[in-house]
């Protein structure tokens, strides 16, 4: 494979799965959250080639909260080590709690001693920089697999 090949499937692209079975899938809505310029713009990138909609870019904790809050992502794909007072995990638990996005952690301390804290947050992925596109519309489409499937375990759990 090679490493600078950034074709990707579309999301959901196989089966319709995160969309209306009569028409196209639905856009992945995706907040970012990346301290570092360059980077943002790569996962910018690279999300809107795999048919996500980036609905906001932060490189604080705090901003990302406020974004989360006001926009209600699907996916928010988080690093750890941001700007500002509060960290990338604390900020991750802070918005799954108020908006239940799935978290894709892609962080240069993937393996550090900071694993434990985001692995108890249940995140869709957690990977290492520098990620490989083919990492990230893996991740992606597997999070938005889940969150169909909750939004269907919850819907045949009201009629209980």
């Known amino acids: 494979m090679n490493p600078h090949d950034r074709s990707r499937a579309p999301i959901g692209a196989d089966d319709g799965a995160t969309g209306d079975p009569a028409g196209p899938p639905r856009r992945q809505r995706v907040l970012i959250v990346e301290d ?7 996962l910018a990138a690279d999300l809107t080639a ?15 909260v406020a974004l989360a809050r006001r926009y209600q992502p699907d996916i928010v794909v988080m690093d750890i080590a941001l700007v500002g007072g509060m960290d990338g995990i604390e900020a991750a638990a802070l918005i799954k709690a108020e908006c239940a996005p799935r978290i894709i952690f892609v962080t240069a301390h993937a393996d550090g001693p900071d694993r434990p804290r985001m692995e108890a947050l249940k995140p869709a992925a957690i990977l290492g920089k520098p990620y490989h596109p083919s990492e990230l519309n893996l991740a992606v ?12 375990n919850l819907a045949a759990g009201a009629g209980d």
């Open 50 to 64: 795999m048919y996500c909609d980036v609905v906001g870019r932060a490189a604080s904790g705090e901003t990302a």
């Open 36 to 42: 570092q310029a360059l980077i943002a713009l790569s």
């Open 141 to 152: 489409n597997l999070s938005s697999r889940q969150r169909v499937r909750g939004a269907a």
